[in-house]
C-alpha cells in the first residue's frame, strides 16, 4: 500500500513524534489539556484585562466586556524564566510549549531546525506602536518589533537556549501564515527538510494570542458566541469561542527516534491540506476539499476508513463548519464509517486555538492515543441534523484501533486532514502489513 | 521547471526612481476586472487594492504558462505558495487604529490585516485549491515560500505550483509595491531552466533537455527596487528569462 501515488501527489514519509508542548486556555503543559478534558473542565471564561509589561499589551479594560474567550493565566507567561522586557505576550506562550516539547529522553539531536506558524505573530507590536504619540499607521513597515522576521529570530534564540545554548541559530528555519492550518503547512515544510537532509529533527509549532487586533477581527466577522458556551453539533449554536496557545511538536523518523534512545508518543503517517477556494470565510458546505484531505492523508498513510479509531474535529460552536466537517467525513469514508467511527474534540478546554489548531490538533491525538479513551463533547441540547457523524457525549469511550484522524479547518476555505498513528502501527505499516483499503 | 513568469508594479513604483534601471517594470500591467473571473469573484466588489499588484503578476505568469485563460472561470489544477513581507502591516494598522478609536471595523478590514488573505484572494480568482501557503518573515518571506515549492516538486508532494510574492517598502510618497510570480512544475517545462536555492542566492542552470524557449545569454540581476523584499528571488528569475524567445506554438497548458 505504501508508495502508492494518490489523488494529490507522492505520500510523505512517517514522522515520529518524540516530543510535544502546549500553552493554552487550559494551562501549561500537554498534561493540562488532559486534566481539563478528564474533569470536563473548561478554560474558556470572561476575558480578562492583559498584565502590563511582556505579558500584555496592556490595557484597563477586558477586550470586550461581557465577552468570552480562552486567555492563557499572565502569570503563567511571566513566570517564564527566559522573558525580556520587550517581549511580545507571543513569545512567552510560543516559548513555553517549544521548551515542553524539545526535552524528553534520548540523546541530544545536533541538527534541529524550527518551522513555526502563527496567523498574526507578535500582533500585540501593532497596539503598541500606535499607541504612541503621532503614530502614523505608515509607520509600520519601518518598526522592526513588527513583523514575523523579529519573532521567527526570537523564537529560533529560545530554541538555541532550550538545545543548551550553543549560541547558534538553528536551521533551517522558516515561518507560515495560513489561518488555523498555519502549523500544518511549517510541517510540511519540516516534513520536506528532514526528507531532504537539511536537519534530524525538527520542531514545528503554531501559536497565536488573544490582543485587540485578533479579537477584535474575529468580533468583526460577527463569528463570536455571546453566551460563552460551546456548543458543538448543535442547533442551538450562537458562535465560536478563540482562545489563545501555543503548541510545539517534535518530529524525527521513527527509526532515528527509537535508535537515540527518544519515546515517540506516536506517529504522524499521513497529512493533506486542501483548500475550497470559494470565500474568503466560510466552508464548501458539501466539504468536498476536505474530503479530499481525507483521502489523501489515508493514502498518505496507507491506511483505509476501517483502520481509524477515532475523529477528532475542529468543533468551536460554528455551524457551517460542523456541518461542513460531518459531510467531508461521509464522502470520504461512506456513510456507515461516518456514522460508526467515534469523533471527539478538545476545543471544550481550550476554544478555538487560531494558529496554533493544527498543532494542538496533533497534541490532543497523541493523548488519546496514549489513554486509549476520548473524552466526551458537551452534549447538545438540540443535536443538529445536518450533521451525520458521531460525536461522544455522555461518558468517554475507548479508543478501538491506535489510529487517529484529525481534521483541522481554517477559514479562507482551509482544510487540513492529519493521520496520527501509534509508533507500533506505524512500524507495522512500514514493515508492510498495509492497511485496510 | 519554469512555465511561466510574471512581474508587476503599482502605478505608483513605475513612477519611483528605484524602479527605474528595469524597463520592464515600467510596462502597465494589463488590468484586471472582476469579469476575468467569471463565477468566481463576486461582479459588484473590486479586486482588493492592498493586494496590489499581486494578482496582476500572478495571472501573468499564469497566462505565460498557458495554466489559465481570461475570462473562462476555469480554475487551474495546482498549489499555491505565497509570499509576503509587509503587505498585510498596513491594512493591520488601519484595523487595529480604527479599534483603538472606537470605530467598528467591518468583515474585510480585519481580513486583508491577514498576510494569509492574498492566497485566499489568488485561490479564489484562479481556482487553485491543491494546496494553499503563506510564507512570511519580512524579506525573507520570497525564499522561504520558492524554497517550499521547490521541496514539494522535488518531493512529489504536487506537480504543479504558483509561486507569488508581494512585496511592500516605504516611498517617498505611497509605498511602492511590487509583486513577482513563477509557474513551476514537475519536469520539462516551457522554460528549460532548473531552479535551485542556495543559501539565500537562486540559482539557474539550463537543463540540457529540450526547452520551449531560447534562453537569453546572460543572466541579470532584478531591479534594485526589489532589495530588501520578498519577491526578489522571483524577480531574479524573471529579470533573467523575460527575454526568452518563444520557438513555435508551446503555449498548450
Not at chain 1, 529533527?201 to 458556551?229: C, I, N, P
Not at chain 2, 518571506?141 to 522535488?154: E, N, Q, S, V, Y
Request: proline share 8%; glycine share 14%.
Amino acid at each position: 500500500m505504501r508508495g502508492k501515488r494518490n489523488l494529490l501527489g507522492a505520500p510523505r514519509a512517517p514522522l515520529a513524534v518524540s516530543g510535544a508542548g502546549l500553552v493554552s486556555a487550559a494551562g501549561v503543559g500537554i498534561e493540562s489539556l488532559r486534566s481539563a478534558l478528564d474533569r470536563e473542565r473548561s478554560g474558556l471564561g470572561p476575558l480578562h484585562p492583559t498584565g502590563e509589561g511582556p505579558t500584555g499589551p496592556w490595557r484597563e479594560e477586558p477586550l470586550d466586556p461581557g465577552g468570552m474567550g480562552g486567555q492563557v493565566p499572565d502569570a503563567a507567561l511571566a513566570a517564564w524564566r527566559g522573558l525580556r522586557r520587550e517581549d511580545d505576550r507571543a513569545v512567552p506562550l510560543a516559548a513555553l510549549a517549544l521548551e515542553e516539547a524539545v526535552r524528553g529522553p534520548g540523546e541530544p539531536v545536533p541538527r534541529t531546525g524550527l518551522a513555526m506558524g502563527t496567523a498574526l505573530g507578535a500582533s500585540g507590536a501593532f497596539e503598541v506602536l500606535l499607541g504612541r504619540e503621532g503614530a502614523e499607521e505608515i509607520d509600520v513597515l519601518g518598526e522592526p518589533s513588527i513583523g514575523f522576521e523579529a519573532y521567527l529570530a526570537r523564537l529560533a534564540e529560545c530554541l538555541d537556549d532550550a538545545l543548551g545554548g550553543r549560541g547558534a541559530s538553528p536551521e533551517p528555519l522558516s515561518i507560515f501564515s495560513m489561518t488555523c492550518v498555519s502549523g500544518l503547512c511549517a510541517l510540511e515544510q519540516a516534513a520536506a527538510d528532514i526528507a531532504l537532509g537539511r536537519a534530524d529533527r525538527m520542531l514545528v509549532g503554531g501559536a497565536d494570542t488573544l490582543t485587540a487586533f485578533m479579537y477584535g477581527g474575529f468580533h468583526a466577522l460577527s463569528a463570536l458566541s455571546r453566551s460563552g458556551r460551546l456548543r458543538p453539533f448543535d442547533t442551538k449554536h450562537d458562535g465560536i469561542l478563540i482562545g489563545e496557545a501555543g503548541a510545539f511538536i517534535a518530529v524525527e523518523p521513527l527509526d532515528r527516534a527509537r535508535a537515540r534512545g527518544a519515546l515517540p508518543a506516536g506517529v504522524i503517517a499521513g497529512q493533506r491540506l486542501v483548500s475550497d477556494a470559494i470565500h474568503m470565510t466560510s466552508p464548501d458546505i458539501e466539504g468536498k476539499a476536505m474530503a479530499r484531505a481525507i483521502r489523501g492523508a489515508l493514502d498518505d498513510a496507507g491506511l483505509g476508513a476501517n483502520d481509524i479509531g477515532c475523529i477528532t474535529v475542529t468543533a468551536a460552536g460554528s455551524a457551517v463548519y460542523d456541518r461542513m466537517q460531518s459531510a467531508a467525513v461521509e464522502r470520504a469514508l461512506g456513510p456507515e464509517a461516518a456514522a460508526s467511527i467515534p469523533v471527539t474534540t478538545w476545543e471544550s478546554a481550550t476554544g478555538h486555538a487560531l494558529a496554533a489548531t493544527g498543532i494542538l490538533g496533533i497534541v490532543h491525538a497523541l493523548l488519546v492515543l496514549r489513554s486509549g479513551r476520548m473524552t466526551p463533547l458537551p452534549a447538545p441540547e438540540e443535536p443538529d441534523p445536518a450533521c451525520r457523524i458521531r460525536p461522544v457525549t455522555g461518558a468517554p469511550r475507548a479508543l478501538g484501533s491506535p489510529c487517529v484522524l484529525a481534521l483541522t479547518v481554517g477559514f479562507g476555505g482551509q482544510n487540513g486532514a492529519s493521520v496520527v498513528t501509534s509508533p507500533d502501527l506505524a512500524a507495522d505499516i512500514a514493515g508492510g502489513r498495509g492497511g485496510a483499503p | 521547471m519554469i512555465d511561466g513568469i510574471g512581474i508587476a508594479a503599482s502605478a505608483e513604483a513605475r513612477d519611483d526612481p528605484r524602479a527605474s534601471d528595469w524597463p520592464f517594470l515600467q510596462r502597465p500591467v494589463p488590468r484586471l476586472r472582476p469579469e476575468d473571473f467569471p463565477g468566481r469573484w463576486n461582479p459588484r466588489r473590486a479586486l482588493p487594492p492592498d493586494l496590489d499588484p499581486l494578482p496582476g503578476a500572478a495571472a501573468m505568469a499564469l497566462e505565460d504558462a498557458g495554466w489559465w485563460r481570461r475570462g473562462s472561470g476555469e480554475g487551474c489544477p495546482g498549489a499555491l505558495v505565497v509570499a509576503s513581507d509587509r503587505a498585510s502591516f498596513i491594512p493591520g494598522a488601519r484595523f487595529v487604529r480604527s479599534l483603538r478609536e472606537g470605530v467598528s471595523p467591518g468583515p474585510s478590514d480585519f481580513l486583508f490585516a491577514l498576510p494569509s488573505s492574498a492566497a485566499a484572494v489568488l485561490g479564489m480568482l484562479f481556482g487553485l485549491t491543491d494546496y494553499q501557503a503563506t510564507a512570511v518573515g519580512g524579506p525573507r518571506a520570497g525564499r522561504i515560500a520558492l524554497g517550499h515549492a521547490l521541496d514539494l516538486l522535488r518531493l512529489g508532494r504536487h506537480e504543479r505550483i504558483l509561486v507569488a510574492a508581494l512585496g511592500v517598502v516605504p516611498g517617498s510618497g505611497p509605498p511602492l509595491r511590487l509583486a513577482a510570480a513563477l509557474c513551476l512544475r514537475q519536469g520539462a517545462a516551457r522554460y528549460p531552466v532548473e531552479v535551485e536555492l542556495r543559501g539565500d542566492e537562486i540559482r539557474l542552470e539550463r537543463t540540457a533537455g529540450e526547452g520551449g524557449k531560447r534562453l537569453p545569454a546572460g543572466a541579470r540581476s532584478a531591479s534594485w527596487a526589489f532589495q530588501d523584499m520578498a519577491p526578489r528571488p522571483l524577480a531574479c528569475a524573471a529579470r533573467w528569462l523575460e527575454g526568452a524567445e518563444v520557438e513555435g506554438n508551446d503555449r498548450s497548458p
